[in-house]
């Protein structure tokens, strides 16, 4: 018969052990986005998860304008992507990046229609429409790039005289807009009608119609999660990131 004297040595070494075992803390990561990276950040987080079981990414939709505001008021956030250069060079400016942002992104302009209504195929017909749906240019950049594509076309001014705008909060607004049928066209990015089956594209607004669509992403320099922000950074800008990204319609940014 074997002896149990052992045991209760070998049972306080156990104890001892898994008195010293931590658990592995969980951290929670505060990413403020344009809205119209939802889907392919959404699914980033998914896939970034999988390398980081025990954190969360916590996101803020929104538009680039605002959230850049939020942030330039202290509001708690580790990772900032924007749809534009504007936003991200004011916050250079005041200080609240870590380091250069870094571009990661490309978008393009498109018009649309509700679907099933009379095409608007040209800015000769788009200034004739009743109603046009743009993002709020003071606050969303799809509303910047769409002013200066409609400055460019000649017909931005009699759009305003005429009163024909409909301004919206963000991109996805616009879009709604339009699936709604509260408005006879809208300019949204290209990625954004993918997301929707209820608008049918008009045209594509030329690429040298408005500056650059460039979305630049960096880390916010009070970060709580500055390791993990980091990491995030890099996997949008990896190999798997940008092949999420570019899978939902966005374009390389080199």
């Known amino acids: 018969m074997k002896s149990t004297k052992a045991l209760p040595k070998f049972f306080g070494l156990v104890s001892i052990c898994l008195f010293w075992i931590k658990p592995v803390a969980s951290a929670e990561l505060a990413v403020s986005a344009a809205i119209s990276l ?29 959230l850049a505001q939020q942030i330039a008021q ?77 400055t460019k076309a000649g017909i931005y001014q009699a759009l305003q005289d005429e009163k024909k705008f409909i301004f919206a909060e963000n991109v996805r607004q616009v879009l709604t807009y339009v699936e709604s049928n509260n408005v006879d066209a809208g300019i949204v990015y290209t990625t954004d009608v993918r997301t929707s089956d209820k608008v049918t594209i008009g045209f594509p607004v030329p690429a040298n119609y408005s500056e650059p669509i460039i979305y630049p992403i960096a880390v916010i320099k009070d970060a709580k999660q500055l390791d993990l922000a980091k990491a995030f950074v890099t996997f949008v800008l990896s190999t798997q990131g940008q092949a999420i990204l570019q899978g939902k319609g966005f374009l390389s940014a080199k």
Do not use: W
């Not at 998914?46 to 680039?64: I, R």
């Not at 229609?113 to 009743?130: D, I, M, N, W, Y």
């Open 74 to 150: 202290g509001a708690p956030v580790d990772v900032f992507a924007s749809a534009a250069l504007k936003q991200m060079l004011n916050l250079d400016k005041k200080g609240l990046l870590l380091g250069v942002s870094q571009p990661f992104v490309r978008n393009r302009l498109v018009v649309v229609v509700p679907k099933g209504e009379a095409k608007v195929t040209s800015f000769e017909q788009l200034a004739k429409v009743k109603s046009l749906a743009i993002g709020n240019p003071k606050t969303v950049p799809v509303g910047q790039y769409a002013v200066e594509a409609l």
């Open 38 to 66: 939802k889907e392919s950040f959404t699914e980033i987080a998914a896939q970034f998860k999988k390398e980081h079981p025990n954190d969360t990414v916590l996101f803020n939709f929104g538009a680039s304008g605002e």
